[in-house]
């Protein structure tokens, strides 16, 4: 696809349930990013890939969170055991390697609702 | 830890007026500053980069300049129009970040008034 697309878009989980979001990233986009954003908030970074390296995981909130990039190319972001403060827009960067400037780009977000 | 900050959180003009948009940071150890554009339900799209050895940056309504000694970035559009609003972001990549991790601000929502 022409940019980095995000599915499901909209998802409304019970509280206690497991969801899985996906990100796939620009073809031949070698860095892989994760940002959660709260409603009305900036983003927050989550986790960060190089191909299927996972280099920094330190904004995982809790270990409820994992990320994995198996083949390096389609990530999944999955959150176990949700709770009403993982009700955030979850968003999927990428760039390709040697990121010099205007080439990050972000996907739509998918709307996690924890109910 | 780096943090970034956007004032005012919300901002009114009418059509015509000029936009000043602030961004504080408080690391100067900065790699470069980058501003985005988020539409409601949409992803962010980039404006403008400037390097950590630039002054600033432009393009057509746009010009962002950068003041790391001070901790200061500073958005500008002309002569906005209806078009122009959104929530505008700006998000600093540190010189120590890994690949191209970003710290955003809480961002500046803008409603151009026609």
């Known amino acids: 696809g022409a940019g980095v697309s995000q599915s499901p878009r909209y998802k409304v989980a019970k509280r206690g349930q497991d969801v899985a979001l996906r990100c796939d990233p620009i073809?031949?986009?070698?860095?892989l990013f994760w940002y959660q954003q709260a409603l009305g908030q900036g983003p927050e970074f989550l986790t960060y890939f190089q191909n299927e390296a996972q280099l920094d995981k330190s904004g995982l909130p809790s270990d409820r969170f994992f990320a994995e990039r198996p083949e390096g190319s389609v990530s999944t972001l999955k959150i176990q055991r949700t709770q009403q403060e993982d009700s955030a827009v979850y968003l999927c960067?990428?760039?390709?390697?040697?990121?010099?400037?205007?080439?990050?780009?972000f996907g739509e977000g998918s709307w996690l609702t924890v109910v | 830890k780096q943090e970034v900050t956007q004032i005012p959180a919300a901002l009114s003009v009418p059509e015509g007026e000029n936009l000043v948009l602030n961004c504080s940071f408080t690391d100067s150890a900065i790699y470069n500053l980058q501003w985005f554009r988020q539409d409601p339900g949409k992803g962010l799209t980039s404006l403008l980069l400037?390097?950590?050895?630039?002054r600033e940056q432009t393009s057509g309504r746009l010009n962002a300049s950068l003041d790391k000694s001070s901790g200061r970035s500073t958005l500008y559009i002309a002569a906005s129009q209806p078009g122009d609003s959104a929530t505008y972001l700006c998000?600093?990549?540190?010189?120590?970040?890994?690949?191209?991790?970003?710290?955003f601000g809480g961002g500046t929502r803008v409603l151009v008034k026609p």
């Open positions: 960067a990428s760039s390709p390697v040697g990121y010099s400037g205007n080439t990050i780009y």
């Open positions: 998000a600093a990549k540190l010189i120590k970040a890994a690949g191209n991790k970003l710290t």
């Open positions: 073809s031949g986009h070698v860095s």
């Open positions: 400037i390097q950590s050895s630039q």
